[in-house]
């Protein structure tokens, strides 16, 4: 796991934690958490639309093999982790990759759903 970008507050690793346990406690601590693999031009683009509407998430770079770890959307059972870079997880639950995030914001969800887990006040 690469070292974390954070849009506030403080990341503890335990280095013998598994990649599925420290990915869970980082879902369940930060609100808004994106799991990215470096150099990835659509997480950039994740955090332009969700700092033009006003909050910052925490961005955690993986290695291919603990994107494997992650949890999947429940709506997109056929999603592989290849599939799901970058991922965006809005109070523990996952929204999915872009166009998941972009298809919730034209929607006119994305701004009452980052309201409803206290990350953005309106």
Same mark, same amino acid.
């Given at each position: #796991?690469? +070292?974390?970008?954070?849009?506030?507050?403080?990341? +503890?690793?335990?280095?013998?934690?598994?990649?599925?346990?420290?990915?869970?406690?980082?879902?369940?601590?930060?609100?808004?958490?994106?799991? /990215?693999?470096?150099?990835?031009? #659509?997480?950039?683009? #994740? %955090?332009?639309?969700?700092?033009?509407?006003?909050?910052?998430?925490?961005?955690?770079?993986?290695?291919?093999?603990?994107?494997? /770890? @992650?949890?999947? =959307? /429940?709506?997109?059972?056929?999603?592989? +982790?290849?599939?799901?870079? =970058?991922?965006?997880?809005?109070?523990?639950?996952?929204?999915?990759?872009?166009?998941?995030?972009?298809? @919730?914001?034209?929607?006119?969800? @994305?701004?009452? %759903? @980052?309201?409803?887990?206290?990350?953005?006040?309106?």
């Amino acid at each position: #796991m690469s +070292s974390p970008t954070t849009g506030g507050g403080g990341l +503890s690793i335990d280095e013998e934690e598994t990649a599925e346990t420290r990915i869970r406690r980082l879902i369940s601590e930060h609100p808004l958490i994106i799991f /990215s693999r470096s150099s990835c031009c #659509m997480c950039h683009v #994740m %955090k332009k639309l969700l700092a033009t509407i006003g909050v910052h998430p925490t961005v955690i770079e993986l290695d291919d093999h603990e994107f494997a /770890s @992650l949890p999947r =959307p /429940s709506s997109h059972g056929g999603l592989s +982790s290849r599939n799901l870079s =970058p991922a965006v997880f809005i109070g523990g639950t996952c929204v999915g990759g872009l166009e998941s995030l972009v298809a @919730l914001h034209l929607s006119g969800h @994305l701004v009452p %759903k @980052l309201v409803e887990v206290g990350i953005l006040w309106v």
